[in-house]
């Protein structure tokens, strides 16, 4: 093979392996802290839905007080409505003794406030520059 191909060959193929391995939508890997008066939220969920008319949205589980949100996962720049949900252990999915067959079993009950989760007015914004770490501080009780 000439010198010149085997070149153009090499070219092509480093550039071929750059542009695969960055995302076309510019998304952003994003972490952060979830705590509920003051204490990190064992487990729950977070999500990330687009204000702006951005063609990303996301979320993660929240583990210990924290979540991270891989960049193939990731929202690209704009602003995002933030919406933490976490149900109260040992509730829901059990019919009371008195429901028929079929009834469907009541839901957990929700440890955060809806504020939070179906009334949020909490928002995030992604900039080019970050950075990309997000502390959220949820209050439950009256102060």
């Known amino acids: 093979?000439?010198?010149?191909?085997?070149?153009?060959?090499?070219?092509?193929?480093?550039?071929?392996?750059?542009?695969?391995?960055?995302?076309?939508?510019?998304?952003?890997?994003?972490?952060?802290?979830?705590?509920?008066?003051?204490?990190?939220?064992?487990?729950?969920?977070?999500s990330?839905?687009?204000?702006?008319?951005?063609?990303?949205?996301?979320g993660a589980?929240?583990?210990?007080?924290?979540?991270s949100v891989p960049r193939e996962s990731g929202l690209v720049l704009g602003k995002y409505r933030v919406s933490i949900n976490a149900s109260a252990p040992g509730t829901g999915g059990t019919p009371d003794e008195n429901?028929?067959?079929?009834?469907?079993?009541?839901p957990p009950k929700e440890l955060i406030p809806?504020?939070?989760?179906?009334?949020?007015?909490?928002f995030i914004e992604v900039k080019n520059s970050g950075p990309f770490k997000f502390p959220f501080e949820i209050a439950t009780k009256a102060k």
């Not at 429901?99 to 079993?105: E, N, R």
């Not at 809806?114 to 909490?122: F, Q, V, Y």
């Open 1 to 46: 093979m000439p010198p010149f191909r085997s070149a153009l060959l090499c070219v092509l193929f480093v550039a071929l392996g750059l542009g695969c391995s960055r995302d076309p939508l510019g998304r952003h890997a994003l972490s952060g802290t979830v705590s509920v008066d003051g204490l990190p939220l064992a487990k729950g969920n977070i």
């Open 48 to 58: 990330f839905q687009p204000t702006e008319g951005q063609r990303t949205s996301g």
């Open 61 to 67: 589980m929240v583990l210990g007080g924290k979540f």
């Open 99 to 106: 429901s028929l067959p079929g009834d469907p079993a009541p």
């Open 114 to 122: 809806k504020e939070w989760n179906m009334a949020s007015e909490h």
